[in-house]
């Protein structure tokens, strides 16, 4: 079992860069795939990309591709999530979430609370 927390949320320009990370509490992440997603208010929860921590590995749904880059961090043990040039659209929850399973797998077995992005045109 591994606790998640995210962070790095907040206020943000359009056309700016945030960097969210994602931290797992009391151990290093393994052999998890390490999974970023997003929820927007009326939206279902929307894939965004993973990245293997043993072997870093990445994969990302195909609406991101080119301006978000998922990326491990060994020193502080996180998972990070850029964006660049953010969009209103960008704007939602992002959750941070663990499996074991395959890299192309959408279905994680622990999530973490959340952080708030908003986007300001």
């Known amino acids: 079992q591994v606790q998640l927390a995210e962070s790095g949320g907040g206020l943000v320009q359009a056309g700016g860069s945030l960097r969210l990370s994602c931290a797992a509490s009391g151990r290093t992440f393994g052999n998890y795939l390490v999974g970023w997603f997003r929820q927007a208010p009326g939206k279902e929860r929307e894939f965004l990309a993973a990245?293997?921590?043993?072997?870093?590995?990445?994969y990302y749904a195909d609406s991101v591709k080119g301006r978000f880059t998922i990326s491990r961090d060994n020193a502080k043990n996180t998972v990070n999530l850029e964006i660049d040039v953010l969009k209103p659209e960008d704007m939602a929850v992002y959750y941070c979430?663990?499996?074991?399973?395959?890299?192309?797998?959408?279905?994680?077995?622990?999530w973490g609370q959340g952080t708030q992005v908003t986007v300001s045109s």
């Open positions: 990245i293997r921590w043993s072997s870093g590995r990445t």
């Open positions: 979430a663990a499996t074991y399973g395959g890299l192309t797998t959408t279905t994680y077995d622990y």
